[in-house]
Nanobody, 125 residues
Framework: QVQLVESGGGLVQAGGSLRLSCAAS????????MGWFRQAPGKEREFVAG???????RYAEVGKGRFNISRDNAKKTVYLQMNSLKTEDTAVYSC???????????????????WGRGTQVTVAS
């Protein structure tokens, strides 16, 4: 069983920054790919960024050049640094774990077995 807890969300002005954290527990974290997704009101959940066990990263177009994903296996935590935030970044951000060891990064949320409850990010104009 895996537990994921996100933190770091909040209200920020457009152009500002936030760093989200996702703390994992319950299984070997270091061997799994992790992903960040977001869901805005009335929209489907979308992939934001992912990171493999070997620190290979992948970003959706919405985050390229502005977001940075990283992980600290000793702390079992994955981070999403978000800079130059826009009002359209407003959403609930959730992290997810792919239970397959040494797997690639998937942008399809169906490939991830475990999810956190999410943290709200609101970007004001």
């Amino acid at each position: 069983q895996v537990q994921l807890v996100e933190s770091g969300g909040g209200l920020v002005q457009a152009g500002g920054s936030l760093r989200l954290s996702c703390a994992a527990s319950g299984r070997t974290f270091s061997r799994s790919a992790m992903g960040w997704f977001r869901q805005a009101p009335g929209k489907e959940r979308e992939f934001v960024a992912g990171i493999t066990w070997g620190d290979v990263t992948r970003y959706a177009e919405v985050g390229k050049g502005r977001f940075n994903i990283s992980r600290d296996n000793a702390k079992k935590t994955v981070y999403l640094q978000m800079n130059s935030l826009k009002t359209e970044d407003t959403a609930v951000y959730s992290c997810a774990v792919d239970s397959t060891y040494y797997g690639p990064i998937y942008s399809d949320d169906a490939e991830y077995e475990y999810w956190g409850r999410g943290t709200q990010v609101t970007v004001a104009s």
